[in-house]
């Protein structure tokens, strides 16, 4: 079999991130080892042993022409400065669209408007949970505490303030960098995705006095408010047509990994209340990628996202996880990301291995005779732009801009 157009295509073809985070600054006091790996404290000494840093590190002293050990690398970041890195990582990747997620919370981070220099268009993912603790953090303007009712009232209005593209006639507000092109919910990392579909208002009211109780800075550690605000946001989403991104599968060690596991979201997805609103599960749920899979093939509204994979793991393990992906799911619900964050090797890295990665499953596919070669070329191109233009309405979007 002759492989030279689908090289061409997965090489050639401008990449959709569809889910990434800000950079920081270069004096920021998140250490650059992190773009290596989830691990934090003790457990960061050993990543340097691990397959996936070795190559990266490989890559990026390749990238550079820096001397092949880290304190090369940060010397080469540390004397050319966070714009020509920048510059060099995103014109390698070849984006022409990046939605972030700006809710982490990382020293010296950069606004969104900050990074419209890179790619053509830069859009906004809003993580719901850290919305509501900023809410929450802020006084009433008459002095009395916050209700259920007057949380929820203000968590809404905060929804609607944001700038929101709709087209097919709706309507539209003024675009702007920021624009929202979805919401997401990191409810895993606080309990798990087994959410409580039949949560009562007199439960969350419950949950967000204990919540009010511990104190400021606010974290919404009670299980009853973190479902009642995922299910509202839910509802938000479907009834302005915007996506929810859901983080399943790892992540760094706040998570618990078993409840991560996107099946715990049945009843989320077998409630009719929720049937119309698009959901991407990220990550390549891995090491759950089969069970996404499987969600893709028999629910209408879920979709899936392989950031992240690319490049924290090793070439097997990336390979793997979107073989696992694409056994069941349609490719046309599947999508590229990078989970790219605080580092722009990140977004070069996780777009450099995703092409060798796409590359080499499709060729497999054809020689297993699942897929033509005219067909995954095609392929090719919907899992790294289409898909993602068509489910984020980011084509619309970039026509409103021009």
Aim: aromatic fraction near 12%.
């Amino acid at each position: 079999m002759d492989f030279s157009e689908l090289r061409k295509a997965v090489e050639e073809v401008e990449l959709v991130d569809g889910h990434a985070h800000n950079l920081v600054a270069l004096d920021s006091n998140f250490a650059f080892i992190h773009a290596f790996s989830l691990a934090h404290g003790d457990a960061l000494a050993f990543s340097p042993h691990s397959l996936s840093f070795k190559r990266n590190l490989r890559d990026l002293a390749e990238l550079y022409g820096s001397e092949l050990s880290l304190q090369g690398v940060e010397e080469h970041r540390r004397v050319s400065g966070l714009q020509s890195i920048s510059s060099t990582c995103f014109k390698a990747a070849r984006f022409s669209a990046i939605l972030l997620d700006d809710g982490i919370e990382l020293d010296k981070k950069h606004d969104i408007e900050w990074h419209r220099s890179f790619t053509p268009l830069v859009g906004r993912v809003l993580r719901v949970e850290r919305m509501a603790e900023k809410i929450l953090d802020e006084d009433l303007p008459d002095g009395s505490s916050w209700t259920l009712d007057s949380f929820t009232k203000a968590f809404d209005s905060k929804l609607k303030s944001y700038p929101l593209y709709f087209y097919a006639g709706i309507w539209i507000e003024e675009i702007i960098a920021g624009e929202i092109f979805g919401l997401k919910s990191i409810a895993a990392y606080y309990f798990g995705l087994e959410i409580n579909t039949d949560v009562t208002e007199k439960d969350a009211e419950e949950g967000l006095r204990q919540v009010l109780t511990a104190g400021k800075p606010t974290c919404i550690a009670n299980k009853n408010l973190v479902d009642y605000i995922f299910l509202r946001s839910l509802e938000f989403a479907q009834s302005h047509d915007l996506p929810m991104q859901i983080h399943t599968g790892f992540g760094d060690r706040g998570l618990n990994l078993r409840l991560s596991n996107p099946v715990y979201l049945y009843k989320v997805l077998e409630d009719r209340r929720y049937s119309n609103c698009r959901i991407v599960l990220l990550h390549a749920s891995y090491p759950f990628s089969k069970e996404a899979s499987y969600l893709a093939s028999v629910y209408s509204q879920v979709y899936l996202d392989f950031g992240l994979v690319n490049p924290k793991l090793s070439v097997h393990g990336m390979t793997s996880s979107v073989k696992e992906l694409l056994e069941q799911a349609p490719i046309n619900k599947v999508m590229f990301s990078t989970d790219g964050y605080a580092f722009p090797e990140l977004f070069y890295l996780g777009a450099k291995k995703a092409r060798q990665v796409v590359f080499s499953v499709l060729r497999d596919a054809c020689i297993d005779g699942d897929l033509s070669v005219p067909e995954a070329v095609e392929a090719a191109k919907d899992l790294f732009a289409r898909n993602a233009i068509h489910f984020y309405k980011i084509g619309s979007a970039n026509n409103a801009v021009s």
